[in-house]
């Protein structure tokens, strides 16, 4: 399978606990994009990279959350201090750069946090 | 005003019919525009990437207007496995969506 993949799938976490999700885009894909979704609400930018760079962050996403792309290839998204309010669905999307900047998604990354 | 704006639906439809949705931007400097469907729980996929000229895949057409800054998807001879819920999003850098319009095909 030489798409977008994520893990873990699934991720049950008590409040105040630190995550870490990692995604592996498509191999020829320089740009990696990170968004959250929650019920009944499109998907919410978090922040992309091109190749290692991070050249983009919301501002919406707080000093909680870190992200890393140290070789250009896998990144990982790490959330501390996790809140109920971290719940949510976190997308990882990868693109070439290329024509119409077309990116496509990985399976996600579910977060409960209790 | 949100950037991207779409009808949140839900329609629901018979087997056959044709069923458009629109969806309209913010900033007219948008470079690309594409619609995503999604099922329940699952990932956005990529639908079909609107081109100025408007393009056709099969029974899926995707128009976009500059001037009026909108882009729509119809949907023609609409099948039961057309029930989703369909994504808009116009590329700044990042892709900005709308909250998708939800799709009922019934029998």
């Known amino acids: 399978d030489t798409g977008v993949s994520q893990d873990p799938r699934h991720k049950i976490t008590k409040r105040g606990q630190n995550v870490t999700f990692r995604c592996d885009p498509i191999s020829e894909h320089n740009r990696l994009y990170w968004y959250r979704q929650t019920l009944g609400q499109g998907p919410e930018f978090l922040t992309y990279f091109q190749n290692e760079a991070q050249l983009e962050k919301s501002r919406l996403l707080s000093d909680r959350f870190s992200a890393e792309r140290p070789k250009g290839s896998f990144s990982t998204l790490e959330i501390q201090r996790t809140e109920q309010g971290d719940s949510a669905m976190y997308l990882c999307?990868?693109?070439?750069?290329?024509?119409?900047?077309?990116?496509?998604f990985g399976p996600g990354t579910r977060l409960t946090v209790t | 005003r949100k950037e991207v704006e779409q009808d949140p639906g839900p329609f629901n439809v018979p087997e056959g019919a044709t069923v458009a949705f629109n969806c309209t931007y913010s900033n007219s400097a948008s470079q690309s525009f594409f619609w995503y469907r999604q099922d329940c729980r699952k990932e956005p996929k990529l639908l079909m990437s609107v081109y100025s000229s408007g393009n056709e895949d099969g029974r899926f057409t995707a128009q976009l207007n500059r001037a009026s800054q909108y882009i729509s998807l119809l949907i023609r001879d609409s099948k039961l496995s057309d029930s989703a819920t369909y994504l808009c999003?116009?590329?700044?850098?990042?892709?900005?969506w709308g909250l998708g319009t939800s799709l009922a095909v019934n029998p």
């Open positions: 999307a990868s693109s070439s750069g290329q024509l119409l900047y077309e990116q496509y």
């Open positions: 999003a116009v590329n700044n850098r990042k892709l900005i």
